[in-house]
């Protein structure tokens, strides 16, 4: 499916580099663009490791020459609507969390929410030049518990979406990015 959609999808393992790559390439288009860059971090502070990690990108981000206009949003990313202009580059990092805060935190119907985060993110694309949205592949492991099996089909189907409606679509693995849908911008 062709599409003009502004939105690009960075997907990976765990720790595979891709909050990296994406970085690297919102910073590249913004220059590009000369429009600001935003980063939206979706993860919540639940204890010493997610700290750290919090810490880390944040430190990461410092290190770069450019000034990102961080949030934080853990949930209800529609909300952040209005907020960027048509020349903006958002980042998004990332859509396994907010899937996994939209369903243990928040309290709403768990059918819901696919439909409402695939609304928001579609609405969100349409106010920015580009919206790199940034997922881990979570579904390498064989899954038992019920409820995780539910997030997985959710954040899948999400994914599945995504890569129709994404202008480009890349995998990283282990550092290595691999193109699967698009020309760069």
């Not at 990690?53 to 990461?60: A, F, P, S, V, Y």
């Not at 580009?130 to 064989?142: G, H």
Request: hydrophobic share 35%; aromatic share 10%.
């Amino acid at each position: 499916m062709e599409t003009s959609s502004s939105i690009i999808f960075v997907t990976g393992g765990v720790r595979s580099g891709k909050s990296s790559f994406a970085e690297s390439l919102a910073i590249e288009y913004a220059r590009k663009e000369r429009g600001d860059l935003y980063y939206i971090a979706t993860s919540l502070n639940t204890d010493a490791e997610m700290q750290e990690r919090i810490e880390r990108h944040q430190q990461i981000r410092k290190m770069h020459k450019v000034k990102w206009k961080s949030m934080e949003q853990s949930a209800d990313i529609g909300e952040l609507t209005g907020i960027f202009s048509k020349r903006d580059v958002v980042l998004l990092d990332c859509l396994t969390l907010l899937v996994n805060n939209e369903l243990f935190f928040k309290d709403q119907p768990q059918d819901l929410i696919e439909g409402k985060l695939k609304k928001e993110i579609v609405e969100l694309s349409r106010t920015c030049r580009y919206f790199i949205l940034v997922s881990n592949e979570v579904t390498y492991e064989p899954l038992s518990d019920p409820f995780v099996q539910k997030y997985c089909r959710i954040l899948n189907r999400l994914h599945l979406f995504l890569v129709q409606y994404a202008k480009e679509a890349y995998l990283v693995e282990s550092g290595i990015v691999q193109r699967k849908k698009g020309e760069a911008g």
